[in-house]
Nanobody, 115 residues
Protein backbone atom coordinates (compact mmCIF):
# COMPACT_ATOMS: atom_id res chain seq x y z
CA UNK A 1 0.00 0.00 0.00
CA UNK A 2 1.37 3.39 -0.98
CA UNK A 3 1.27 6.18 1.59
CA UNK A 4 2.15 9.84 1.13
CA UNK A 5 2.69 12.02 4.17
CA UNK A 6 3.05 15.79 3.94
CA UNK A 7 4.66 18.00 6.53
CA UNK A 8 5.77 21.59 6.97
CA UNK A 9 2.53 23.51 6.89
CA UNK A 10 1.74 26.27 9.35
CA UNK A 11 1.06 29.94 9.85
CA UNK A 12 3.26 32.57 8.22
CA UNK A 13 2.98 36.29 7.60
CA UNK A 14 2.59 37.67 4.11
CA UNK A 15 5.97 37.97 2.44
CA UNK A 16 7.38 35.10 4.45
CA UNK A 17 8.58 31.66 3.45
CA UNK A 18 7.61 28.10 4.22
CA UNK A 19 8.87 24.72 3.08
CA UNK A 20 6.75 21.63 2.59
CA UNK A 21 7.86 18.05 2.18
CA UNK A 22 6.10 14.85 1.20
CA UNK A 23 7.47 11.35 1.50
CA UNK A 24 6.07 8.31 -0.23
CA UNK A 25 6.37 4.90 1.41
CA UNK A 26 5.19 1.39 0.71
CA UNK A 27 5.37 -0.22 -2.72
CA UNK A 28 6.80 2.79 -4.51
CA UNK A 29 8.83 1.18 -7.26
CA UNK A 30 8.50 3.19 -10.43
CA UNK A 31 7.39 6.61 -9.18
CA UNK A 32 6.92 8.88 -12.17
CA UNK A 33 5.84 12.45 -11.62
CA UNK A 34 5.20 13.96 -8.23
CA UNK A 35 3.25 17.13 -7.78
CA UNK A 36 1.81 19.60 -5.32
CA UNK A 37 -1.79 20.75 -5.42
CA UNK A 38 -3.78 23.04 -3.18
CA UNK A 39 -7.37 23.64 -2.23
CA UNK A 40 -8.60 26.82 -0.63
CA UNK A 41 -11.91 26.88 1.28
CA UNK A 42 -14.81 26.81 -1.13
CA UNK A 43 -12.52 26.37 -4.12
CA UNK A 44 -11.57 23.48 -6.36
CA UNK A 45 -8.26 21.75 -5.96
CA UNK A 46 -5.66 23.20 -8.30
CA UNK A 47 -2.24 22.16 -9.52
CA UNK A 48 0.67 24.13 -8.09
CA UNK A 49 3.81 22.43 -9.41
CA UNK A 50 5.01 19.18 -10.95
CA UNK A 51 8.36 17.43 -11.14
CA UNK A 52 9.02 14.39 -13.30
CA UNK A 53 11.44 11.55 -12.56
CA UNK A 54 13.88 13.20 -14.96
CA UNK A 55 13.73 16.42 -12.94
CA UNK A 56 11.68 18.50 -15.35
CA UNK A 57 9.49 21.00 -13.53
CA UNK A 58 6.36 22.92 -14.33
CA UNK A 59 4.54 25.58 -12.33
CA UNK A 60 1.16 27.23 -12.26
CA UNK A 61 1.31 30.84 -13.38
CA UNK A 62 0.26 32.11 -9.97
CA UNK A 63 3.42 30.69 -8.29
CA UNK A 64 6.00 31.28 -11.00
CA UNK A 65 9.15 32.78 -9.51
CA UNK A 66 7.95 32.31 -5.93
CA UNK A 67 7.72 28.55 -5.40
CA UNK A 68 10.31 25.87 -6.16
CA UNK A 69 9.61 22.16 -6.41
CA UNK A 70 12.39 19.63 -5.95
CA UNK A 71 12.84 15.96 -5.32
CA UNK A 72 15.19 13.82 -3.27
CA UNK A 73 17.86 11.70 -4.95
CA UNK A 74 16.00 8.58 -3.88
CA UNK A 75 12.99 9.99 -5.70
CA UNK A 76 10.41 9.29 -3.02
CA UNK A 77 10.37 12.71 -1.34
CA UNK A 78 9.17 15.90 -2.97
CA UNK A 79 9.66 19.38 -1.57
CA UNK A 80 7.97 22.70 -2.15
CA UNK A 81 9.81 25.83 -1.12
CA UNK A 82 7.39 28.73 -0.97
CA UNK A 83 8.71 32.30 -0.85
CA UNK A 84 7.00 35.69 -0.98
CA UNK A 85 3.81 34.13 0.32
CA UNK A 86 0.53 35.95 -0.13
CA UNK A 87 -2.75 35.64 1.79
CA UNK A 88 -4.29 34.09 -1.33
CA UNK A 89 -1.80 31.21 -1.00
CA UNK A 90 -3.75 30.08 2.06
CA UNK A 91 -4.95 26.53 1.39
CA UNK A 92 -4.53 22.89 2.22
CA UNK A 93 -1.56 21.64 0.20
CA UNK A 94 -1.61 18.07 -1.08
CA UNK A 95 1.10 16.04 -2.75
CA UNK A 96 0.42 13.45 -5.39
CA UNK A 97 2.55 10.67 -6.80
CA UNK A 98 1.92 8.85 -10.04
CA UNK A 99 3.04 5.24 -9.75
CA UNK A 100 2.48 2.68 -12.48
CA UNK A 101 -0.27 4.78 -13.98
CA UNK A 102 -2.15 5.31 -10.73
CA UNK A 103 -2.37 8.49 -8.65
CA UNK A 104 -1.84 8.46 -4.91
CA UNK A 105 -2.62 11.42 -2.66
CA UNK A 106 -1.48 12.57 0.73
CA UNK A 107 -3.95 13.87 3.30
CA UNK A 108 -2.73 17.44 3.03
CA UNK A 109 -1.09 20.06 5.19
CA UNK A 110 -2.60 23.46 5.97
CA UNK A 111 -0.77 26.63 5.01
CA UNK A 112 -2.17 29.87 6.37
CA UNK A 113 -0.75 33.21 5.26
CA UNK A 114 -1.78 36.18 7.37
CA UNK A 115 -1.93 39.71 5.99
Amino acid sequence: QVQLVESGGGLVQAGGSLGLSCTASGIIFGINAMSWHRQAPGEQRELVATITNSGATDYADFVQGRFTISRSNAGNTVYLQMNSLKPEDTAVYYCKARIAGMDYWGKGTLVTVSS
